[in-house]
């Protein structure tokens, strides 16, 4: 039976047997001579005993207390023996290589990789440098997830306090060297510890040299310098920070774009932005164009002369990013090539298109609403049951082509009895295909008693070409008719004339007569609309009363004279035929 040792490691109390200890001190000393010349020697050792006693805690448990030679000898195959690396300054590069490449198999190993919070890289508490590191990626990405959270999502700021208080900081030398997921040996605690004393000698070493200088133009210039120093580190932080962040949104945009032009090209629904139908752009397209071979070539070009840009795009946020430059000049040519050869097939395409607007007609349609009532009520009724999946002014169903470019005018007739017109406006290749199209629409209005309903929308058939359709609707009331415009008018009507120059959304709700000089507000009160007051209002109203006796007079002797011309013409041919 082997006979136990107490020692302290790292002021943790071990057992170890005797011949594990004899293994173990020898090795100890040897560890400590190999930095009996080096600065850093109290450091370094420090690390590597705590580093050591972290291993021989793991080889212990309840049923196991007393540490042997086999758990010695495992912990130095991790460690590594320090002749290994005791290389002196004036070797070669080559000869450490093939130092370091004959042990690598032996004292290569790194322990489970852990989160840390990084001390030596931190903004608030080392939570992002930390997670970077330990990911082995730049501490910038994970800065950058932080504001997407805290502005898109608003759960960054409960995510990082949590990650702030359950990630520990990484403290000691074997912590950082765990963080970033490097074998913990002897020759990395040795370097890891040699370069944060040579940070701190640097620091130290410039703050003497401040602290004696007796000088105040020298100590200005001191304080000048950190100030200065401060300001560009922080402007270098900032700018890198905004450059990855630009990168980002370059990568993002043009990735975003190859794929919608694909989409395009392909006919896949891949876009949805409110108040455009890009699921149906291919629809439109072939609305437009002639044949399905112009829409072909149209996309093959579209596609053709935005590819270069958006690779050039792509190509700077790589340079931004991971400062990646291609030198390959061939492929730049034949992005060039293809922008060109892009262009003229866009060219092409919208100059055959363009013949198919070169012309155009217009046709007419007169509805007659008499009424026995002079008031009349507009509003807008829907008329078909339809679902239009966007506002727009031009939307594809299955069945028709649903516009709704509409105007609506009411103007003044000498005509005895109100009527509507309407006009519908095409373009064709010609003036005769431009008329077919015009005519080849269906609208919808309806008179009941007087109710005049008006859809707000027009239809094409589904097959038929778009060629800017557009339709004009005028109501023409004879003096002494009124009309209310109900509110659901806004969408119809456009720029309608009146005495009081009232814009047209404003005349919504209102009554509006007919008088000699135009649309005249009959229900509005002082300061709504700029109008006369209630006393002038009656006396205008009899005003049109008179007016609109003077014109039914008018139109009676018209008739009667005309009546008069025609039975002194029968008379006429009668007496000549008798002789």
């Not at 100890?28 to 291993?55: C, G, H, P, W, Y």
């Not at 890289?121 to 959270?149: H, Q, T």
């Not at 309903?453 to 023409?476: C, G, H, N, T, W």
């Not at 009309?483 to 047209?504: A, P, R």
Request: net charge negative; hydrophobic share 40%; charged share 25%.
């Amino acid at each position: 039976m082997n006979k136990t040792i107490n020692i302290n490691l790292a002021g943790i109390i071990f057992y170890v047997d005797e011949v594990a200890f004899e293994h173990f001190s020898n090795y100890l000393k040897s560890v400590k001579s190999q930095f009996d010349n080096s600065e850093e020697r109290t450091e370094i050792i420090a690390d590597i005993e705590a580093r050591i006693a972290e291993l021989l805690q793991s080889k212990l448990s309840d049923s196991k207390q007393v540490v042997n030679l086999e758990d010695i000898e495992s912990i130095i195959a991790i460690m590594g023996s320090p002749e290994d690396y005791a290389l002196d300054d004036d070797d070669t590069t080559e000869k450490k290589k093939q130092t370091k490449t004959s042990q690598s198999e032996s004292y290569n190993y790194r322990g489970p990789k852990k989160l840390f919070r990084n001390p030596d890289d931190k903004i608030l508490s080392g939570v992002s440098s930390g997670i970077a590191a330990y990911f082995g990626i730049d501490a910038v990405w994970i800065r950058l997830i932080w504001i997407a959270l805290f502005f898109g999502f608003g759960t960054g700021f409960i995510f990082y306090i949590i990650l702030w208080a359950v990630m520990p900081e990484a403290k000691t030398t074997a912590q950082k060297l765990q963080m970033r997921g490097e074998p913990i040996n002897i020759s990395n605690i040795e370097r890891s510890v040699k370069e944060e004393m040579k940070d701190v000698k640097e620091k130290f070493s410039n703050f003497s040299n401040r602290t004696s200088v007796k000088s105040t133009s020298q100590k200005i210039r001191y304080v000048l310098e950190d100030i200065i120093s401060a300001i560009l580190s922080i402007a270098k932080s900032i700018f890198g920070f905004v450059a990855k962040f630009i990168g980002v949104i370059l990568m993002i945009f043009g990735v975003f774009i190859i794929i919608a032009l694909i989409g395009l090209f392909f006919g896949w629904n891949t876009l949805h932005i409110d108040g455009i139908d890009w699921q149906n752009l291919t629809g439109y397209l072939n609305a437009i164009f002639p044949t399905g071979s112009y829409m072909f070539l149209f996309m093959i070009g579209l596609v053709m002369i935005v590819i270069a840009p958006i690779i050039g795009i792509i190509l700077l946020s790589m340079r931004i990013l991971f400062n990646y430059r291609t030198k390959n000049k061939v492929a730049s040519f034949a992005l060039i090539g293809v922008s060109v050869i892009g262009f003229i097939f866009l060219f092409t395409t919208l100059s055959f298109l363009g013949r198919s607007f070169a012309s155009s007609a217009t046709t007419t349609e007169i509805i007659d609403v008499s009424s026995a009532d002079k008031n009349f009520y507009l509003q807008v009724d829907n008329f078909v049951d339809d679902e239009r999946p966007y506002e727009l002014d031009w939307t594809l169903t299955d069945k028709y082509q649903i516009l709704t470019d509409i105007e609506l005018d009411v103007k003044q007739t000498r005509k005895p009895e109100p009527y509507i017109n309407i006009s519908t406006s095409s373009n064709g290749t010609n003036r005769i295909e431009a008329r077919k199209r015009a005519e080849n629409r269906e609208y919808f209005t309806d008179t009941k008693d007087s109710v005049l309903s008006f859809a707000d929308y027009f239809l094409i058939p589904a097959d038929e070409k778009y060629r800017f359709q557009e339709m004009d609707i005028v109501l023409y009331l004879p003096v002494g008719y009124s009309i209310y415009l109900d509110k659901s008018m806004g969408n119809i009507i456009y720029d309608i004339k009146n005495v009081t120059n009232t814009y047209d959304l404003d005349m919504l709700g209102y009554t509006w007569v007919m008088t000699q000089n135009g649309l005249a507000c009959k229900d509005c009160e002082q300061g709504e609309i700029k109008w006369q007051s209630s006393e002038d209002w009656e006396n205008t109203e009899e005003q049109f009363e008179s007016e609109a006796q003077e014109y039914e007079q008018q139109k009676l002797e018209e008739v009667q004279r005309k009546l008069k011309e025609a039975e002194e013409e029968l008379n006429r041919l009668k007496n000549k035929s008798s002789k």
